[in-house]
């Protein structure tokens, strides 16, 4: 998963990837990798309409609000929404990372009481942000018996995202190719590549992109989008996969991927959606939250309305997705099954062990699948999923 955007930075004429058959990543000029990592300036777009907030930071955790508090909208000149520039929101609840423990800092999801949307409050800054992000925040198998049952647990339900994005691009009638951002440990890019679609994969993370290349055999580039060594017009479809609600501008990487698209040509999104039965229900315990790493919590409208300002037809909504709706319950109930989890914060278990918690966490996220689709069948399933073709 990305971290927060680089500010733009002159066009690149061309795409500058490695020698084929080559096992490094594609990198940046030393020019390129001295960049500041503030958040950009907002213009005149959704999310971009008013200054940016300013940072504000909590030195100790607040203490607990009665709920009489919670419910009222308050007015703070240091918080302000980034769609609409309102400094009146709500609380709605507070906690820290639950997952993996990088902080105990405690963070408001407040709603604007101007536009409705939510956001994390106080935001971090660049620097306090990264480091909130595992060194390996992204899926990487091991190579036991545990490893292998999860890539192929994986495979079955990636299967779910390429039927989505191999539909896309058929329908666009362009022969491609694919640029996967955000694209993490590269699995999805080598099931897209065994289907005859070329696909380019695309992290902030060095390591990542390394893992993709060496492992996955797939071509990957360490950049931000909007420092990417691709020429305009490159690709015919562009995947986005968790990756809007890690930015302080989304705006600006939606515009990019407009750039880098062909006149008609497809960008797919998917970001945990707030308005679920899920976060109903479990409040400040629900996976989605993702807290601190997640920045804005999006409804359905909120990203329809951000891809439609930046230039873009929706065409298609999914709310059910077989690799993170059912595993987003079974972690909200069981955080401490959760293999990731317990890869990042380094559990002591034994190869029997680990397997043992893993068929227990396997047989939660089975028990979790017919909540999961009930409460997507009537759109407000955990996750959304968005076509959206590029207006010429």
């Not at 890539?151 to 039927?163: A, I, K, P, Q, T």
């Not at 440990?185 to 390394?210: K, Q, T, V, W, Y």
């Not at 600006?252 to 945990?272: F, M, T």
């Amino acid at each position: 998963m990305p971290l927060p955007p680089f500010p733009p930075s002159p066009s690149v004429e061309a795409a500058t990837l490695p020698r084929s058959g080559s096992s490094e990543p594609a990198s940046l000029s030393a020019e390129d990798r001295s960049l500041d990592l503030s958040p950009s300036t907002p213009d005149t777009k959704l999310f971009r309409s008013a200054p940016a907030p300013p940072l504000l930071l909590v030195d100790s955790p607040a203490p607990p609000l009665p709920v009489a508090t919670r419910l009222t909208a308050v007015e703070d000149s240091a918080s302000r929404c980034p769609a609409c520039g309102d400094n009146r929101h709500r609380i709605l609840v507070r906690g820290s990372d639950r997952l993996y423990g990088t902080t105990t800092k405690q963070f408001f999801l407040v709603e604007c009481s101007q536009c409705q949307l939510i956001r994390l409050d106080p935001w971090p800054s660049p620097e306090e942000l990264a480091a909130y992000y595992p060194e390996r925040y992204w899926f990487d198998a091991s190579q036991d018996t545990s490893g292998r049952l999860a890539e192929r647990y994986r495979r079955f339900v990636l299967g779910d995202h390429v039927r989505f994005v191999l539909a896309a691009f058929t329908a666009s009638g362009l022969p491609g190719p694919i640029l996967d951002v955000g694209c993490g440990g590269g699995l999805f890019l080598r099931m897209l590549h065994e289907r005859g679609l070329p696909a380019i994969g695309l992290d902030l993370s060095a390591a990542a992109a390394g893992v993709t290349w060496r492992r996955q055999g797939v071509p990957a580039v360490c950049a931000s989008l909007a420092q990417a060594p691709f020429a305009p017009a490159t690709f015919s479809l562009i995947t986005m996969f968790h990756v809007l609600e890690h930015l302080y501008d989304p705006a600006s990487y939606v515009d990019e991927a407009r750039k880098l698209l062909r006149p008609s040509g497809r960008l797919i999104v998917q970001v945990p959606n707030i308005d679920c039965w899920q976060f109903f229900l479990a409040g400040e315990n629900w996976n989605g939250l993702d807290i601190p790493r997640h920045l804005i919590h999006f409804k359905s409208k909120d990203v329809e309305a951000l891809l439609e300002d930046c230039g873009f037809e929706i065409l298609r909504r999914k709310y059910f997705s077989w690799r993170d709706n059912p595993a987003g319950l079974a972690t909200t109930l069981a955080p401490g099954l959760d293999p990731m989890s317990r890869r990042i914060r380094a559990r002591a278990e034994s190869p029997r062990l680990r397997l043992i918690k893993d068929l227990l966490y396997f047989a939660l996220v089975l028990a979790s699948i017919p909540f999961t689709a009930m409460e997507a069948a009537v759109r407000q399933g955990s996750t959304i999923m968005v076509e959206a073709r590029r207006k010429s």
